[in-house]
Nanobody, 126 residues
Framework: QVQLVESGGGLVQAGGSLRLSCAISGRTFTNYAMGWFRQAPGKEREFVAAVSWSGDRTSSADSVKGRFTISRDNARNTVYLQMNSLKPEDTAVYYC???????????????????WGQGTQVTVSS
């Protein structure tokens, strides 16, 4: 089984930046497509960004396009979410997730992801 641990969340002013990291441990020899999701209080969990196992394909939600960038370093078993130009509406708990997959597949639906991290809080003040 694989485990995911997110880090890098915190409190930041609007317009600021944060970089979230997701460390992958356990069965890291298995190929995984990775994704970031977020959930704000009183709202459903929503897709933020995804990257393929090979790293050559990415996808992001319209609400974060041009501001957030997902990337991965398979040698370090880590996935990143660089968040720039943060807005108060980006405030949420951010979750890292893994989907068993190889090659260039990416997934935007939460149901495709088998393993989830515990989440990290991101708070953007106005």
């Amino acid at each position: 089984q694989v485990q995911l641990v997110e880090s890098g969340g915190g409190l930041v002013q609007a317009g600021g930046s944060l970089r979230l990291s997701c460390a992958i441990s356990g069965r890291t020899f298995t190929n995984y497509a990775m994704g970031w999701f977020r959930q704000a209080p009183g709202k459903e969990r929503e897709f933020v960004a995804a990257v393929s196992w090979s790293g050559d394909r990415t996808s992001s939600a319209d609400s974060v396009k041009g501001r957030f960038t997902i990337s991965r370093d398979n040698a370090r078993n880590t996935v990143y979410l660089q968040m720039n130009s943060l807005k108060p509406e980006d405030t949420a708990v951010y979750y890292c997730a893994a989907a068993y997959s190889s090659g260039s597949y990416i997934y935007t639906g939460a149901r495709n992801y088998a393993v989830w991290g515990q989440g990290t809080q991101v708070t953007v003040s106005s």
